[in-house]
Every structure is written in C-alpha cells, then in structure tokens.
Nanobody, 121 residues
Framework: QVQLVESGGGSVQAGGSLRLSCAAA?????KGWCRQDPGKERELVAA???????RYAASAKGWFTISNDNSKNTLYLAMNSLKPEDSGTYYC??????????????????WGQGIQVTVSS
C-alpha cells in the first residue's frame, strides 16, 4: 500500500514557476506525475524509478524536473517557464512492483487526490 498526498499547486502567470510535492508513505519502485485536462485522459509528465532513472514528456523536457528525496519520502516536480497549456490537475502516482512501462498511466496502482495548477497568460 502506498499513500500519496500532493501539495504546492496554485495559480501562476505564464513564465512563472511552481514546485509540486508529493508525500509518499510506503515502498514503491517508480513514481510519476500525471496531468489531466477536463475531458481528456491522464498523461504522464515525468517519472522516476527507484534507480533514479527519469523520463519526461516531450512538452516537459528541459522545463520540468522530477526528483525524489528518500530522506523525506517526498517526490517533487519543479516546473519552470510555465505556459497556459501546462494547466490542469496534476496527480502523483506510484507502484510497488514493476508492472509495464513507468511512463504509462496504466502501470500505476496508487494515486494521490490531485492538485490544480493554473497558468494564466
């Protein structure tokens, strides 16, 4: 069982920055951040494995950084140079066993409650 609680969302103007945090209780082999827009499916934005291998969506690479602080059991997503299209509900996700690609939402079993990010132009 992995429990996930996100924090750090909010509203920011285009070009600004936000850092999302996810307090994670329980063992996991990979974690990720997904974004969901209304009426659309969740898509992976960034993921990190237990070996600290990272992977990013094309739209996030170079702008977002995923990191994991094991001492604090916290996953982060630092988002820079935000654009209005980065708006959406962001979910922290984790899985306790390897179950497919860490960059596919269906590979994740545990999800946070979601947190809103709004980027205004």
């Amino acid at each position: 069982q992995v429990q996930l609680v996100e924090s750090g969302g909010g509203s920011v103007q285009a070009g600004g920055s936000l850092r999302l945090s996810c307090a994670a209780a329980g063992y996991s082999v990979y974690k990720g951040w997904c974004r969901q827009d209304p009426g659309k499916e969740r898509e992976l934005v960034a993921a990190i494995s237990i070996a600290d291998t990272t992977r990013y969506a094309a739209s996030a690479k170079g702008w977002f950084t995923i990191s994991n602080d094991n001492s604090k059991n916290t996953l982060y997503l630092a988002m820079n140079s935000l654009k209005p299209e980065d708006s959406g509900t962001y979910y922290c996700a984790a899985n306790a066993v390897w179950a497919g690609s860490l960059f596919e939402p269906q590979s994740y079993t545990y999800w946070g409650q979601g947190i809103q990010v709004t980027v205004s132009s």
